[in-house]
């Protein structure tokens, strides 16, 4: 056969496209000591934005913060080149404030692509991988084994894991009206054959679509007639282990201005030639992240819609057009574009596009990422259905990490919906029946007040000191820091200061009503108008030096929320019991008694790791958990009257 | 065979099951329901239409129409008629169990009955477990857990009232209710994430002032479900009821008039002394549970404090006392002890009636008299006269009963009822978090904290519909099932 003459190299790990998902996948892989072989269609396209210019943003800078904690390179490289950082949502809760910076997009991929390179037991490999290997299973499981992948030039390389990162690539058509082009995104050269490869393994793949905005040449804008948003003064880092003095640039700034009803009346009367309207394309869209023109025929009623204008690079004069993503034909996004104040000039760069790509169904992976056909097959980013470049890293990060698991023998990491908003997007993902592109949301998390972006660390470095992407001293800070605030906690609550009139004069002058009875400092930053700077004067026994303010901070979060995040962490135990009641992978679903038809089908062909993921799956009801939870507790009566006879 | 030993088998859940379905009454009217893949073939084999009865045939009921219920006999092991009987036959997944159903509803009266039943079992059918005939409906997803507890309501309804509402319940008042609160506190929730994911396009401007006004009717009306749930328990209990009274006022010879005018205990259940005991008495019809304390006596000048320590204990969870006055003694001390305490109690809100017994004796002792006495100023109770030896004034005292209690509200209206300890707790649950969420406004709390107990709220009363599975909620739920009929 072929594979007689093809030349063979030896790796360990092949990990095929080299986008946010591709590269923290090959980089954990690689740190954790195991060879591993990066393909991308084109090395220029490493870490590439196809589409918008930031990292973070609601919920999204929540992930970069977790993949920091875990040890990937997302918030390290967004914090060498940003070109402005904001910290959203401050007026509410710490729950829902979240970082967003803007990225110089060619620095962002330059610098990803610097640190891949210099990355031992890393190579990157230009190449379109046409075919995945396998031989016949080992274990008596009976599932076939990953051990190399093809690429076009019919080189073979061996491995033991493969994962699957192929984006928004596979058979891509960008439309423009009816311009159709068989490319990937930003005009790359798309890829074809691996649709193919899973179709014939049992696991067809599905259509996905998104959109991009177009870009423009920033002369050509009126900035005048826009605000200006500025970044914040003082800039937070992504990355635990950047020092904030480097943050201290001059930022760029972006513009707020608005569409109108003239831009809504040039969409709506040529509506018929969007692609998506006209049913040329068959892909399902993102609800979350809407076309204009989706949002001019959803809702109808509103009379404008926010568009920002954000810069690309330092070095480019083109400018994101963000809000107005499109998949019109030029002509009307010519027109359409001109309406909005500001943009009465603008000369296009490169066009607004919709993009279909082939993508799996989830469903068809377990929690660890891996296939439940085929062992050793990870699959991770857009390809799994999600959107946005945080999502992909997230992912990439944990099927990397799981790889390697899997190669060593171990229990993969799996982060639990109440542990980690990576936890929530991988849960939903591989649980739920997503029919569109998948983006993290703050309400999809069930309990977000315990998943703050401020406690990353706290919840997860341990996951990664464990497996070896963090160091000891990383942890050990973490530690180190966990003991100081519950220190700090408990001496708030314990120092007690009275009503004495030169305490009632440092509380008037903080602009605070006076004490009537003694009481605890713990108690008097409960007050929303006070912070732990402000009760220094009242605060004989503070610590000195003054405690670095990542940790009064936490103090301050952890005393004034002591109420909700104790009802929080009640939920979290009630839901934690049910997954913690796991149900074997050979239950016969099909003959268990009591569940409805569709639920049996349903279980038959997910099997679900526990209850709890159990109760998640679409078609699963109530009734059915709780015949599971009868079968369980049953079978558990069975077992121990077994184990008492003997 | 022992009942008893038939029913501990091992394999179970593809048993044919069968049992009583109706409460056994002397009225003698009630159905035998068997239930699984053998219903049909033990239905033919007891079971002869007059047609077959007369050919000397046997009759598949098998064959029947599903849904048909026909006329016609049960025979025993030797041919004998023993009952005309109306049999249903109901074929899986269209019955209440979603099995296969045969009921055999009966005429002959108690005796009957069970010589029916067990025939049925002769025939290889097990008798059901309390309760086992609504798990099976459970678990075939006929019915949610909200109906299935209203069912085991039923099941343990000890009056005719009590069974109207079980009914109400049963036909999803009660689900109904809860899932219209669920609805609304699930919409506001999806508002509030929606907002903090879309804030163009959801604003927070005006909301908390919004939600709070949505809150405060929500709580009004889980406080009405919670209020509910007292009247619920009564009917599914029994109306708590201490008999107060010196000694030799008549208590006892009162409890044996009541009791024995149906001849209707029901249980005996001793109470935590020896000197208090509860009885289930039936009072036309109403259900008291009768708590006889051991009487506050004095011995000289002394009142026994341990005896009013006792009667205030008793009647801490009452919902009604009966005072007993001895009408042919002028009032004693004890008698202005005991008023004292009935002051306290109705302040509380607790019902009582004075019964100024022995009637037929020469009476010493006017309604004006206890309605002077100092202790009962400001608040009297109603005074009754009677006289438990003749049974005068019994039928007036149930009309009081009926009156101080509102119970021609609690029994007749449609108002929902919360029954079952975990309903009450659930509602509970759900109305703490609701005023929390309150708090938060009001102590100006930014919104993404309110969907936490809003949450709560949120799945506490989906425990009640059994649209939110908890770890323990199902072992909680069977426990129950297994309590007695």
């Given at each position: 056969m072929q594979s007689d003459r093809s030349y063979h190299i030896q790796t360990d790990v092949c990990v095929i496209g080299g986008g946010h998902a591709g590269c923290e996948a090959a980089l954990a892989c690689s740190r954790l000591g195991f060879d591993t072989v990066l393909f991308t269609m084109n090395v220029d396209s490493i870490a590439m934005m196809p589409c918008n210019p930031h990292i973070g943003g609601s919920s999204k800078g929540h992930l970069v913060r977790e993949i920091d904690a875990l040890g990937g390179e997302m918030g390290r490289n967004i914090d060498k080149t940003f070109l402005q950082s904001r910290m959203l949502n401050?007026?509410?809760?710490?729950?829902?404030?979240s970082l967003r910076a803007q990225a110089d997009k060619a620095e962002y991929s330059r610098s990803m692509r610097q640190v891949l390179q210099q990355q031992p037991h890393l190579t990157i490999r230009q190449a379109e991988v046409t075919d995945i290997l396998l031989r016949e299973p080992e274990n008596g499981d009976g599932k076939k084994q990953v051990c190399g992948v093809r690429i076009h030039t019919g080189t073979v390389y061996d491995c033991r894991s493969v994962i699957v990162c192929t984006g928004t690539y596979l058979k891509a058509r960008c439309l423009v009206g009816e311009s159709i082009t068989e490319t990937g995104p930003g005009g790359m050269q798309r890829s074809t054959f691996l649709s193919d490869w899973f179709a014939a393994n049992g696991m067809p793949l599905r259509r996905f679509k998104t959109g991009t905005p177009a870009r423009m040449d920033g002369r050509s804008l009126d900035y005048s007639k826009m605000e200006i948003q500025e970044g914040d003064r003082k800039v937070v880092p992504f990355s635990y282990s950047t020092d904030p003095k480097t943050l201290e640039i001059d930022q760029m700034p972006c513009w707020l201005t608005y569409t109108n009803q003239e831009t809504h009346d040039i969409i709506r009367a040529n509506i018929d030639r969007s692609p998506i309207y006209a049913g040329i394309i068959e892909g399902t869209g993102p609800r979350y992240c809407p076309s204009i023109e989706d949002k001019v025929v959803k809702f109808a009623e509103k009379t404008r819609h926010h568009v920002f204008i954000e810069p690309e690079g330092r070095y480019t004069n083109e400018v994101y057009v963000d809000g107005m993503s499109s998949s019109m034909p030029d002509d009307v996004q010519q027109r359409m574009y001109r309406t909005v104040p500001g943009l009465e000039n603008c000369v296009i760069v490169r066009n607004a596009y919709a993009i279909e790509y082939d993508c799996i169904n989830a469903n068809l992976l377990k929690l660890s990422l891996e296939?439940?056909?085929?062992?050793?097959l990870f699959c991770a980013g857009q390809f799994n259905g999600s959107s946005g470049y945080e999502e992909a890293a997230a992912q990439g990060l944990i099927a990397g990490i799981n790889a390697v698991k899997k190669m060593q023998g171990k229990e993969p990491l799996v982060l639990k919906r109440s542990e980690a908003y990576i936890g929530v997007l991988i849960d939903d993902l591989v649980t739920k029946d997503n029919r569109e592109p998948y983006r993290m949301m703050t309400s999809r998390a069930e309990y977000r007040l315990l998943l703050r972006q401020d406690n990353a660390d706290l919840r997860l470095r341990k996951y990664g000191y464990d497996c070896g992407l963090i160091t000891e001293e990383q942890y050990q800070h973490v530690l180190y820091k966990q003991e100081e605030i519950e220190k700090e906690t408990a001496r708030l609550k314990k120092i007690r200061i009275g009503a004495a009139a030169g305490n009632q004069k440092i509380l008037e002058s903080l602009g605070t009503a006076p004490l009537k009875t003694a009481c605890s400092l713990a108690e008097l930053l409960c007050?929303?108008?006070?912070h732990y700077e402000d009760l220094a004067p009242l605060d004989p026994t503070r610590p000195d030096p003054a405690l670095p303010e990542e940790i009064t901070e936490q103090v301050e979060i952890q005393i004034k929320y002591e109420g909700y995040i104790e009802r929080q962490n009640r939920q979290v135990e009630q839901f934690e019991k049910l997954e913690r009641r796991y149900l074997p992978e050979t239950l016969d679903y099909l003959h268990m008694a009591g569940l409805r038809l569709e639920a049996q089908q349903k279980l038959h062909q997910f099997r679900p790791s526990s209850i709890g993921q159990a109760s998640r799956i679409s078609g699963v009801t109530p009734a059915d958990v709780a015949v599971l939870l009868i079968y369980l507790e049953k079978t558990r009566g069975e077992n121990r009257e077994a184990t008492d006879r003997h | 065979m022992n009942i008893r030993e038939q029913a501990a088998g091992t394999d179970r859940s593809e048993d044919t099951i069968a049992a009583i379905a109706t409460a056994m009454s002397e009225a003698g009217i009630g159905i035998i329901r068997i239930s699984g893949p053998e219903a049909a073939r033990i239905g033919s084999d007891l079971y002869r239409s007059p047609k077959a009865l007369r050919e000397g045939r046997r009759e598949e009921i098998g064959a029947w129409t599903p849904g048909t219920i026909r006329f016609g006999y049960i025979l025993d092991e030797n041919g004998e008629v023993i009952d005309e009987v109306m049999l249903s036959w109901m074929k899986a997944p269209h019955s209440y169990t979603t099995r296969d159903t045969v009921e055999i509803n009966t005429h002959g009266g108690l005796f009957v009955m069970q010589r029916v039943l067990e025939l049925v079992l002769s025939r290889g059918a097990r008798l059901a477990e309390p309760g086992e005939f609504t798990k099976q409906a459970f678990l075939g997803g006929r019915i949610d857990l909200a109906r299935a507890e209203a069912v085991m309501d039923l099941i343990s309804a000890q009056s005719e009232f009590a069974r109207k509402t079980s009914m109400s319940q049963l036909r999803g008042a009660l689900s109904e209710k809860v899932r219209d609160l669920r609805a609304e506190i699930l919409y506001e929730l999806a508002y509030i994430e929606s907002a903090l994911d879309d804030p163009e396009n959801y604003s927070l401007d005006g909301y908390p002032e919004r939600l709070d006004a949505i809150l405060e009717r929500q709580t009004a009306a889980l406080g009405d479900l919670l209020r509910g749930a007292r009247d619920g328990r009564i009917l599914q209990e029994g109306i708590r009821t201490v008999i107060l009274g010196r000694p030799n006022a008549g208590k006892s010879s009162l409890l044996n008039r009541l009791a024995g005018e149906e001849r209707a205990i029901v249980t005996e259940i001793p109470g935590t002394t020896r000197d208090i005991l509860r009885e289930r008495i039936r009072l036309g019809d109403l259900v008291l549970l009768l708590t006889d304390t051991a009487g506050i006596r004095s011995t000289g000048d002394v009142i026994e404090e341990i005896g009013v320590q006792r009667a205030r204990k008793a009647a801490e969870e009452a919902d009604l006392l009966l005072w007993i006055l001895d009408a042919a003694q002028p009032l004693t001390e004890e008698d202005h002890e005991i008023a004292g305490m009935i002051r306290d109690k109705m302040q509380e809100g607790i019902r009582c009636i004075a019964l100024m017994n022995k009637q037929d004796l020469e009476v010493r002792l006017t309604k004006e008299q206890i309605l002077a006495m100092p202790e009962l100023s400001e608040c009297a109770p109603v005074v009754l006269s009677c006289s438990a030896r003749t049974g005068e004034g019994i039928d007036a005292l149930q009309e009081a009963i009926r009156d101080q209690l509102h119970a021609d509200r609690i029994f007749m209206n449609s108002e929902v009822l919360l029954t079952g300890i975990r309903h009450r707790e659930a509602a509970q649950e759900a109305l703490t978090a609701l005023q929390l969420v309150r708090g938060s406004i009001a102590a100006g709390v930014s919104e993404d904290f309110y969907t936490i107990d809003l949450m709560n709220a949120y799945k506490a009363l989906g425990r009640i519909l059994g649209e939110d599975v908890e770890d323990d909620l199902v072992e909680e739920i069977f426990s129950k099932f297994c309590m007695g009929k």
């Open positions: 401050r007026s509410k809760g710490p729950a829902v404030h296939t439940k056909a085929v062992d050793g007050r929303p108008e006070l | -």
